[in-house]
Every structure is written in C-alpha cells, then in structure tokens.
C-alpha cells in the first residue's frame, strides 16, 4: 500500500512539472530542499533520452538504523549507473563486508552487498527505480527506491 502511494505521488508530481511551464531562469535546479538530495555534473545537458546527462545524488528518508542512498549517472538521456549506499547512522557508507547474509555477533544481517548490486542492475535494466522489495532488508530497498526516485526527479528534462 505504501509503495502503491509512493508511486502514485511521484506519477502525480512528475505530471505536474511536465505541466508548468512557468518562466523559471532556474531550470537545471530541481532541488526543492528535504531529502531529495544534491546533484552535480553536467546537469545542464539535454539529450535525445528521458534524462539530463550527469550525476544525481538522493536520499532515501532516514529511519532508526541510519538510511539509504543512490548515486545516479545519466548519459546520452539514460541511466548508465546507480551506486546505491547504505549509511549509518552517523551517515557512514557501512562495510558491506559485514552484509553478506552472515550472522555477526548474533545478528544475522542481510546480504545488502549482493542486493545493493541486483536492484541496481534491474533498475539500469528498466530505465526506472522500479525493481522488487527483498524480504529481509525490506527498509533499505524501499529507500534506495525513494533515492533513486529523488535522484531522477532532478535529472527530469
């Protein structure tokens, strides 16, 4: 229900700004504030595909155990990369060498070092933030969804 609004918000939003045309000089700055993260690059760039060329960065929202974050290079209109992140809580990149679906301490963590990689390729794959939620690392795949969202939303022509 929560992904089914969640998209439902951004279809909403994009059709919104593909709708105004307003006399804006700042157009190659989508960044409203919040989460929706920085971007940097060539984001000037329009090219024949959906996206301006360059590199976007969001952020999914935080939550107790730190949150998530996707890196996203468009090139020639498309996405060519995601590096999705996970962070702690001091906003550290984790060692994904302690996320490969191993019991450490008495914990057992998700394999984040292979599903970080797996969603990015699908998500490449479908030009799209939509790739499938992963049982047992439920809150980390639904942000870095809500990341590579923020991000494509500032690389929108």
């Given amino acids: ?14 059709l919104g700004a593909a709708g105004c045309t307003c006399g804006s000089s700042n157009q190659g700055n989508t960044n409203t504030g919040g ?10 760039t329009t090219t024949s595909g959906n996206y301006k060329d360059g590199t976007y960065t969001g ?4 939550w107790e155990f730190g949150s998530e974050e ?4 468009v ?15 001091n906003g550290t990149e984790v060692n994904y060498e302690d996320w ?13 070092k292979q599903y ?7 998500m490449i794959e479908k030009q799209s933030s939509e790739a499938d939620t992963i049982s047992g690392a439920t809150v980390s795949t639904k942000n870095w969804k809500v990341a590579v969202d923020r991000a494509l939303q500032q690389a929108k022509k």
């Fill in 59 to 62: 952020k999914g929202d935080p």
């Fill in 100 to 112: 490969k679906g191993q019991e450490v301490n008495g914990k057992v963590y998700p394999n984040l």
């Fill in 75 to 89: 090139k020639n209109g498309k996405i060519a990369s995601i590096n999705l992140k996970r962070l702690d809580k």
């Fill in 1 to 14: 229900m929560k992904n089914l609004l969640s998209l439902a918000l951004v279809i909403l939003l994009s």
């Fill in 35 to 44: 989460n929706q993260g920085n971007t940097s690059g060539n984001q000037g």
């Fill in 70 to 73: 996707a890196v996203v290079e």
């Fill in 116 to 122: 970080r990689i797996d969603m990015a390729n699908k």
